[in-house]
């Protein structure tokens, strides 16, 4: 490891920086593809090292093949700043790596002494050898949360049978991400309810997707105060735009970055100046930062810095507004769209709002959910058969329950066992497109499969790429969106994601889950075994079912 193992980091850790309450700022760093000729003197190490050593850089982070693209891994530019590690994050993805090479990382992450991690899913991946590869997504971020949790507080694993061991504990402190910046209620409302999901899973701090209203930034904030949550460092990001990247966010082409028509104009008029609108997109980069410390955000982040010069810019107009300057750059930065959806209800004449400035419309139409044109008949008959046959405890459960029990003991399956598991796999994929998993979350997902329905197979709640209620890959609506629309319409919204993290077990895949169900091997009896204290650790005897 460059630098020495036993060297000790110097200034303020990115834990306490963000517990200081003085506004920190931190820089991304994007990776890059191929090796360098001379390793040390890669242009993302230079920059790293400038910024590091830059009074008013309190932490760097460092992403993990950004938009998709295979690059160096963010560790390995992390190695040369091995002095610096606790002003170090890492981001983790779970588009490359199943659960076990995500395991491996954070096991390595802990061993190089860099536990600030920053989850996401990731974007869908776009480049590779040989064509466009296939995204893994066997965890989401709320999936890797819990994971790195569970190694934070001593991962319990089985060593060989009978035999569990406990391993060191790890220090990470995890991070999360959400998207506010979304156009219409179905997509918004998901996103804040998932950041409470990954906040009550294991997530220490937060950070926002990139947008250009600051309402929706402070609408972070308010949200986490009206639902009782305190205690989280929250940092606003912000992206110094160039005309090029202005038009790849206007266009839609970085999943999760806005930029509006509105915007667009303005960035084209100012790009037409000598100047090419650098003073134009450093002053509103500056703006930004100042109306984020004025809300009371824990730090700031800057994105789209390449050289030195264009942070020191930035920071020459921050350093130049007064005050009190943000209230008003705060009612000049609202680049939203004209129909756009806000969770709070905010003054006009200042743009602020409060956590109990709910809007009203949102709250009526919770006491009078409207009809919605995705309650389809499927979805009714759905509930019914689910409700009868697969509530625990009720209807036909404890019949069905000793069936599957006395089959379960066979060497193989008798007759009814093949025949009930035929119709299930008939009748699922004619109604839902099932994938046959095993580990059926159709009840998750208000009966729309997310095996065959979801881009990133997310059974947690949205990601942050959608497009004005599509999925980030354009080519069909959005599932979490229908899923909101259902649950709403049957008052059932508020509690979407409010259970314990769906993770898939692979194991069970191509056998029957309303055996599984039953026999409590999927993650619904996992979760309840959890529940009552109980091992959850051994493997699932799926034999013939």
């Known amino acids: 490891m460059t630098g020495g193992a036993t060297a000790e980091p110097s200034g303020l850790s990115f834990r306490r920086l963000l517990e200081s309450g003085g506004f920190p700022i931190g820089v991304e760093i994007v990776s890059t593809r191929g090796f360098p000729a001379n390793p040390g003197d890669a242009p993302p190490i230079i920059l790293a090292r400038e910024l590091l050593s830059h009074p008013r850089i309190g932490w760097i982070s460092i992403t ?297 419309q949102y709250l009526e139409s919770l006491r009078k959910p409207r009809r919605s044109r995705y309650v389809t008949l499927g979805y009714r008959l759905s509930r019914l058969v689910h409700r009868l046959a697969f509530t625990r405890g009720k209807g036909l459960w404890n019949l069905a329950q000793r069936l599957y029990q006395r089959w379960a003991g066979k060497p193989r399956p008798p007759a009814p066992a093949r025949v009930l598991y035929g119709l299930e796999k008939f009748s699922k994929y004619v109604m839902y497109g099932c994938q046959d998993c095993g580990d059926c979350s159709l009840p998750d997902c208000a009966y729309i499969c997310p095996k065959r329905w979801c881009s990133k197979c997310s059974r947690n709640g949205p990601c942050g790429g959608s497009v004005d209620g599509e999925c980030e890959l354009r080519n069909k609506e959005c599932l979490w969106a229908i899923v909101y629309e259902r649950l709403k319409a049957y008052g059932e919204s508020e509690e979407m994601l409010s259970g314990p993290p769906v993770l898939y077990n692979a194991e069970l895949a191509h056998t029957s889950s309303w055996a599984n169900t039953y026999l409590n091997r999927d993650h619904h009896g996992v979760t309840e075994k959890r529940d009552l204290g109980q091992d959850t650790s051994g493997g699932a005897n799926t034999h013939g079912e």
């Open 64 to 360: 993990d093949n950004p938009g998709g693209n295979p690059m160096l891994p963010a560790d390995w530019i992390a190695q040369f700043l091995f002095n610096e590690r606790d002003r170090i994050v890492i981001h983790m993805t779970c588009k490359d790596t199943n659960r076990a090479g995500l395991e491996s990382l954070a096991w390595r992450l802990a061993a190089e002494g860099l536990h600030n991690v920053l989850a996401l899913t990731g974007d869908y991946p776009t480049a590779g050898f040989g064509g466009k590869p296939q995204g893994v997504f066997d965890l989401d971020s709320v999936g890797l949360i819990a994971l790195l949790k569970a190694m934070n507080e001593g991962l319990s694993v089985t060593t060989r049978p009978g035999k569990r061991e406990t391993l060191p504990p790890t220090r990470f402190y995890i991070g999360c991400a959400v998207s506010p910046f979304k156009r219409y209620e179905r997509e918004l409302v998901p996103q804040y309810f998932k950041l409470v999901r990954k906040i009550a899973t294991g997530a220490e701090w937060v950070i926002t997707q990139l947008g250009y209203d600051m309402r929706k930034y402070h609408e972070v904030k308010l949200f986490l105060q009206a639902r009782g949550i305190s205690g989280i460092p929250a940092i606003g990001n912000v992206y110094l735009l160039t005309k090029t990247v202005a038009k790849l966010f206007h266009d839609r082409q970085l999943p999760g970055c806005v930029v509006t028509d509105e915007l667009w104009e303005l960035c084209q008029k100012y790009a037409a100046g000598p100047d090419r609108g650098k003073k134009f997109f450093a002053e509103l980069a500056a703006k930004q930062l100042a109306v984020l410390r004025g809300l009371g955000f824990a730090a700031g982040y800057l994105g789209g810095i390449h050289k030195l010069e264009s942070l020191e810019e930035v920071l020459r107009h921050l350093d130049s507004f007064a005050p009190d300057d943000w209230r008003q750059f705060l009612k000049e930065i609202q680049f939203s769209f004209p129909d756009e959806f806000f969770f709070f209800e905010h003054e006009p004449e200042t743009g602020l709002s409060g956590p109990e400035k709910i809007n009203r």
